[in-house]
């Protein structure tokens, strides 16, 4: 089982507490240029095109039965050079601690947290707080034991950002707004379906142009678990 980190900003914070989040989308660098596949079976296809496929790049374990890690391979079944790998950074059985936009109550930025961990309390943005660039600090900076969320990850496919559906998007933390979708009850990136609000979420994240780019992204599927990933069961 392997720990890591991961970022969410603060509405995807409040999506993941109030459980309407189970999934995200991360940007994979290093695909080889491919045909567009969504494909993690452990078997070759029959038919002649080249395919996706998860290569063991962990041990198989009981919470990892197909031993899918982190070597991705292009699979040639024609006459064209294959396999490629690539590289990705989350697998079946990840558990995935959350940082967030915090600060330390009555504590300025450049306070060391690590001197205020047993005597201040931390408190997140996205509880509601109003932004203060001199105690606020980035996610970046978020030590393990400041976690409050811990994500166990379930299904990792590796596909096109345009290749998410309706019912994934919705999965992504999206609420019904205004007869529409939208990040929050507030309608913030609203959009008539929750795929077209997800296009808006995701380039105001990543930059304007980036549904249009069509990166390659790991969808993410995972349970949440509120607690610090020290403290909740595995």
């Given at each position: 089982?392997?720990?890591?980190p991961?970022?969410?900003?603060?509405?995807?914070?409040?999506a993941?507490?109030?459980g309407r989040?189970?999934?995200?989308r991360?940007?994979?660098?290093g695909?080889p240029?491919m045909?567009?596949?969504n494909c993690h079976?452990?078997?070759?296809p029959?038919h002649p095109?080249?395919?996706?496929?998860?290569?063991?790049?962990e041990p198989?374990?009981?919470?990892?039965?197909?031993?899918?890690?982190?070597?991705?391979?292009?699979?040639?079944?024609?006459?064209?050079p294959?396999?490629?790998a690539?590289?990705?950074?989350y697998?079946?059985g990840?558990?995935?601690w959350?940082?967030?936009?915090?600060?330390?109550?009555?504590?300025?930025?450049?306070?060391?947290?690590?001197?205020c961990?047993?005597?201040?309390?931390?408190?997140?943005?996205?509880?509601?707080y109003e932004?203060?660039?001199?105690?606020?600090?980035?996610?970046?900076f978020?030590?393990?034991?400041?976690?409050r969320?811990?994500?166990?990850?379930?299904?990792?496919?590796?596909?096109?950002?345009?290749?998410i559906?309706?019912?994934?998007?919705?999965?992504?933390?999206?609420v019904?707004?205004?007869?529409?979708?939208a990040?929050?009850?507030?309608g913030?990136?609203?959009?008539?379906?929750?795929?077209?609000s997800f296009?808006?979420?995701?380039?105001?994240?990543h930059?304007d142009?980036v549904?249009?780019a069509?990166?390659?992204?790991?969808?993410?599927?995972?349970?949440?678990h509120?607690?610090?990933?020290?403290?909740?069961?595995?």
């Amino acid at each position: 089982m392997t720990d890591r980190p991961i970022i969410f900003s603060a509405p995807m914070v409040r999506a993941l507490i109030e459980g309407r989040k189970f999934q995200t989308r991360r940007i994979v660098n290093g695909v080889p240029d491919m045909p567009p596949a969504n494909c993690h079976s452990s078997h070759k296809p029959k038919h002649p095109a080249p395919y996706l496929d998860a290569y063991c790049g962990e041990p198989k374990t009981p919470a990892n039965p197909r031993g899918m890690g982190l070597n991705w391979h292009w699979w040639q079944v024609d006459d064209r050079p294959g396999p490629t790998a690539f590289k990705l950074r989350y697998a079946t059985g990840n558990r995935l601690w959350v940082k967030e936009a915090w600060r330390i109550d009555g504590a300025g930025s450049r306070v060391p947290a690590e001197m205020c961990r047993l005597h201040r309390a931390v408190e997140y943005r996205a509880d509601g707080y109003e932004p203060d660039r001199h105690a606020e600090r980035s996610p970046i900076f978020m030590p393990r034991w400041a976690s409050r969320l811990t994500l166990t990850v379930t299904d990792v496919r590796v596909q096109r950002l345009q290749d998410i559906t309706e019912d994934d998007a919705q999965a992504e933390g999206l609420v019904q707004a205004y007869d529409g979708w939208a990040t929050d009850p507030a309608g913030r990136c609203w959009g008539p379906t929750a795929r077209y609000s997800f296009v808006q979420l995701f380039d105001s994240l990543h930059g304007d142009g980036v549904w249009e780019a069509n990166p390659w992204v790991a969808a993410i599927s995972f349970d949440v678990h509120r607690g610090n990933i020290d403290e909740v069961q595995p």
